[in-house]
């Protein structure tokens, strides 16, 4: 594996285990059952795109790079303080999309900056970006 194709799928693993963190947070936190159901949704993408970019490592005997312990506690405590005073699904839904839209374009930044990463790799990338891209989208009916 060159190292442009596992530099792209840690940032697939790292963009995704951001989103299945705070998603699974939120489910703790929200209310609203329609919501509720997207964020299922959501968690799922995020599930299957990482398991995949760790398979596709683990095949190359590389160990996925996630995101360092202080990265998950900083997020962790960013959602908890965003919404102890709104639980509504409109913040959840404006957090979510602010997240989504960062880690779009993370993802755009990783697939220019590798232009030899193997197919496999940009394929996935690219379906995580457009799952990002998606989800952005649908959830301005919360909004």
């Keep these: 594996m060159n190292e442009q194709t596992s530099v792209l799928l840690n940032e697939v693993v790292k963009n995704a ?8 947070q939120l489910l703790g936190i929200a209310e609203d059952e329609r919501l509720k159901e997207h964020l299922h949704r959501q968690l799922a993408t995020y599930e299957d795109l990482s398991s995949r970019a760790h398979a ?3 095949v190359e005997g590389e ?3 996630g995101q360092s312990a202080f990265t998950k506690l900083n997020a962790k405590m960013g959602v908890a303080m965003q919404t102890a005073m709104d639980k509504s699904p409109r913040k959840i ?11 779009a374009t993370d993802l755009t930044k990783a697939m220019r900056d590798a232009p030899e990463a193997g197919p496999g790799a940009m394929a996935l990338a690219q379906r995580l970006q457009n799952a990002e891209n998606t989800y952005a989208q649908e959830l301005n009916a919360f909004l």
Excluded: D, F, Y
């Design 17 to 24: 285990e951001m989103g299945k963190n705070t998603i699974r």
């Design 56 to 58: 596709m490592l683990a």
């Design 63 to 65: 160990t996925p790079q």
């Design 93 to 103: 839904a404006e957090m979510l999309i602010e997240g989504s839209n960062v880690g």
